[in-house]
């Protein structure tokens, strides 16, 4: 059973993206570069860590992520806006940090933490743009991450820190990032 659970949320992260690079291409969505680049690095060590914390199928939901997330960056060079303000400078530094700590330190579930604050930080210049332009963003793809991210922790073999704490942590990002965006544009 939790490797269909685990099948619809591989099948549902690529369903997901299709919108969001229709929309990057038309102009419509401008992803921020540096909250990308930081999850697409992030997401590749997270491989490692769920590997490691036996999450089992639900690894194949982030490597699925990791992959699109290369889709994003090579499409936000081509076609995005450069909107990176000192704010979001250094909450790319401070992931950065997060990141060398998690090298240094031989710890896997400090390692996890470490690298889910990292990835949240990463979210900071997505939000913040996203703050001022509710609809520079596709709420669709966070919608549906919620619930693959969700799905992804249903397919989990082992619930361990290191196999559930990043689909947890995410299941709550993207939740209140869509209901940010819904409200935003309710206002803009």
Not at 47 to 72: D, E, F, H, N, P
Not at 115 to 138: C, I
């Amino acid at each position: 059973m939790k490797e269909v659970i685990g099948f619809a949320a591989v099948v549902l992260t690529f369903v997901a993206y299709i919108p969001y690079y229709r929309d990057i291409l038309k102009g419509k969505t401008h992803p921020h570069i540096y909250s990308w680049s930081l999850w697409c690095l992030m997401t590749i060590l997270i491989v490692a860590l769920q590997i490691k914390g036996g999450a089992g199928v639900s690894t194949l939901v982030t490597a699925s992520a990791g992959l699109l997330c290369v889709g994003v960056i090579v499409l936000s060079l081509k076609n995005g806006k450069k909107d990176i303000k000192k704010s979001d400078t250094v909450a790319a530094i401070l992931s950065l940090v997060a990141i060398i700590f998690w090298l240094i330190i031989d710890q896997p579930n400090v390692s996890i933490v470490l690298v889910v604050a990292a990835d949240l930080l990463a979210f900071y210049p997505t939000v913040r743009k996203s703050w001022k332009q509710p609809y520079a963003e596709t709420l669709s793809l966070f919608i549906t991450n919620s619930v693959r991210f969700a799905l992804a922790l249903l397919a989990t073999e082992n619930y361990t820190l290191l196999a559930t704490l990043w689909p947890a942590a995410w299941v709550v990002a993207n939740s209140l990032f869509s209901i940010m965006l819904v409200l935003r544009r309710k206002r803009v």
